[in-house]
């Protein structure tokens, strides 16, 4: 019975009035902000006291004088009033359109600056007006390689992927779009054997080399492999940017997105070398699931991702994506 009686006195108005009393330091000024008379809002603590079975001020002081369990709920207290002002919000935006979240997969080759800058400008947008906070969905943003940027989009794990590859047919229920073509260059550091040889590199030459690649995220999905040659010694890494750390400690040799390496190359610290094999330009594109196949418990297509769509659709965010990245460290 006692469980009953603590549940249902730890209301909303309960916590709001511990609040008021912290806030203006006495029971007869509390009162006074909450329109009742100081001994009603003393019959309110007692009651409250009478429920948890604890006292929450200290009687000796004359002023409203909180005990250690009287702080704790406090405490606790504003955090619950926190998040159901929070959960409000989020139902009402739900009610406008806004989902209450958006995952965003994002291929590891693209930039993360502006990306970043993406979601800057996404948090400061106004549905509401200039007096109401944004519009409350919440991103979650992961970053995948290769096929794991389909993958997390095809199983539901992403309601956007940007970064797939774009010579891939969408799988059924998917909508695509090109993001533009991905400029690859094969790199090496400037002590490495291969950067002595004269251009155009061949297969023959390249395979005594060690190479060094990225790692398919996918783990359902068939992992992609690119310009690895059959027996070639490999080198795995987790990421693009160790995969060009790698390379510029001289542990290998490989492809790698030219705007990454861009202003390595510039100052000396790797080494661009022509090859004899077609010269590799990766179409890269965006994804996400069709409106026309509705999502349980999800509106056909939120404005969130409606957001997001639109500003893929700029050319000038299309290029900052593939060209626009903060030099890695030479190291």
């Known amino acids: 019975m006692k469980h009953v009686d603590r549940r249902s006195a730890l209301t909303p108005d309960a916590l709001a009035m511990m609040d008021t009393i912290a806030r203006t330091g006495s029971f007869a000024a509390a009162a006074r902000a909450l329109g009742k008379v100081p001994s009603a809002l003393t019959y309110s603590v007692r009651q409250l ?3 948890l079975d604890v006292l929450l001020f200290d009687r000796r002081s004359r002023q409203a004088q909180l005990t250690a369990a009287g702080e704790e709920l406090l405490a606790e207290g504003r955090r619950l009033l926190a998040e159901m002002d929070a959960v409000a919000q989020r139902v009402r935006r739900v009610s406008t359109g806004w989902e209450t979240e958006l995952t965003i997969a994002v291929d590891d080759v693209l930039s993360r600056l502006t990306l970043l800058e993406l979601c800057d400008a996404f948090y400061a947008l106004k549905p509401g007006g200039d007096d109401q906070p944004g519009p409350g969905t919440r991103l979650r943003l992961r970053t995948e390689v290769l096929a794991g940027t389909w993958e997390a989009l ?4 992403a309601d956007l992927a940007i970064g797939v590859p774009g010579d891939m047919p969408a799988p059924p229920g998917i909508e695509m779009k090109i993001l533009g073509d991905l400029n690859f260059v094969f ?16 297969d023959d030459e390249i395979i005594r080399h060690r190479a060094i690649a990225v790692a398919d995220s996918a783990m359902r999905m068939q992992p992609l492999t690119f310009n690895l040659l059959p027996g070639q010694e490999v080198l795995t890494v987790s990421s693009m940017q160790d995969k060009i750390a790698a390379q510029l400690r001289c542990l290998g040799c490989g492809f790698v997105p030219e705007p990454l390496v861009r202003e390595h190359v510039r100052h000396g610290h790797l080494v661009v070398k022509q090859v004899t094999r077609t010269r590799h330009m990766a179409p890269t594109a965006y994804a996400w699931r069709s409106a026309a196949v509705p999502q349980p418990k999800k509106a056909p297509q939120g404005l969130a991702l409606q957001w997001w769509l639109q500003q893929l659709g700029s050319p000038a965010t299309r290029s900052a ?11």
């Open 321 to 331: 994506l593939l060209e626009r990245h903060l030099p890695t460290t030479a190291g």
């Open 49 to 51: 006291e009478d429920a």
């Open 154 to 157: 095809v199983t539901g794990q």
């Open 187 to 202: 790199a090496m550091a400037p002590h490495h054997p291969l950067a002595a040889l004269p251009e155009p590199l061949t």
